[in-house]
């Protein structure tokens, strides 16, 4: 009488792939060698091996299914070959720690999940000696570059990712594309970060990493910005900063600001605009920051004698 497969992975004949493979996960950890020391467990370990090698290959199992083991083994006629040709013989390849390595991703899980200390096991999570069990990837961080005009008014930014994904078998993956939608908020600050939790790559042995996106702001040709203070900075001559002038800004919302300069501008004068700045969360004292002009002077490379005097007259 042949090897019945079913038994050794203690299933019946209707067993789902999920059965075989749930059944192959339990009994494979019971007999590991690692872990399981009597006499048998060598034996059984490479029976389920085995069993699981048949069982879970669709072209195997249905031979076994049908032929039992002397025709898996010895081979078959291929019902759907005109020639006549017979299946090849299966022969287990005796290794079974290949099986167990190619089902968990590792050849020996019990270093990851628990330690041998003096015939104690550590099983984590407050068991004999509170060691934790898979162990989280460390985060994925990414800059979130953001054009200041979307941060103003808030944007929804689309960013394409590629990760390892465990495929239905439960220990094989494969690459797949995913797109996560950044809601960006107006009143984000620059360095606001954005958590995807647990969209790293998948394994058997980890808990996939949190996807991280920090919000950067675009150079922008204008305006910077200070906390949620926007920053601008007018060019003016030297005339412009002792007599006064005008300043013409174009906001990120695409309104005009005209803002009079009448004070003397001199080094590290600012011209504050309040409520312009950027958009405050909710329940701050006012509800935007505020827009700072500040200057750069520009200075006379040269003065004619009579300018000089002039300048004396009314300055001096």
């Known amino acids: 009488m042949g090897i019945d497969y079913y038994g050794v ?9 999920d059965d075989i493979k749930r059944s192959y996960r339990r009994l494979a950890l019971k007999y590991h060698p ?14 389920i091996s085995e069993a699981y090698d048949v069982l879970s290959d669709l072209k195997k199992k249905s031979v076994y299914d049908q032929f039992g083991e002397e025709g898996l083994k010895n081979g ?11 299946t090849q013989g299966y022969t287990f390849h005796g290794e079974p720690l290949k099986i167990f390595e190619d089902f968990f991703g590792v050849n020996n899980p019990f270093a990851e999940w628990f330690d041998r200390r003096d015939g104690e096991l550590d ?18 961080e990414r800059d979130l570059m953001v ?20 495929n239905e078998d439960g220990h094989t993956s494969s690459i797949r594309d995913k797109i996560l939608t ?20 998948q394994g058997p042995n980890n808990i996939p990493a949190d996807i991280v996106f ?33 300043v013409d800004i174009n906001t990120l919302d695409g309104r005009e600001l005209n803002v009079p300069i009448n004070e003397v501008v001199r080094p590290g004068f600012e011209k504050v605009i309040l409520g312009e700045g950027m958009l405050m969360p909710a329940g701050r ?13 520009v200075f006379p490379t040269s003065l004619s004698e009579e300018k000089k005097i002039l300048i004396r007259k009314s300055l001096l």
């Open 123 to 140: 099983m984590g999570f407050g068991g004999v000696n509170g060691r934790g069990q898979r162990q989280k990837d460390p985060p994925i």
């Open 285 to 297: 004292e006012r509800p935007r920051g505020n827009l700072v002009i500040r200057f750069d002077i």
């Open 76 to 86: 078959v006629p291929e019902s759907a070959d005109p020639t006549g040709a017979w």
């Open 214 to 246: 920090i919000i950067k702001d675009k150079k922008h040709p204008r305006f910077h910005r200070v906390g949620y203070d926007l920053i601008f900075t007018k060019e003016v001559q030297l005339g412009e900063a002792l007599t006064g002038c005008k």
């Open 182 to 201: 950044v809601h960006v908020k107006p009143e984000w600050k620059e360095g606001t970060k954005v958590i995807f939790p647990k969209e790293g790559d």
């Open 147 to 166: 054009d200041l005009e979307d941060m103003y008014q808030g944007c929804i930014k689309k960013m394409k990712i590629s990760r390892r994904v465990m």
């Open 9 to 17: 992975l203690e299933i019946n004949r209707n067993a789902t792939i």
């Open 34 to 47: 690692e872990f399981n020391k009597t006499d048998l467990a060598i034996e059984n370990f490479k029976q």
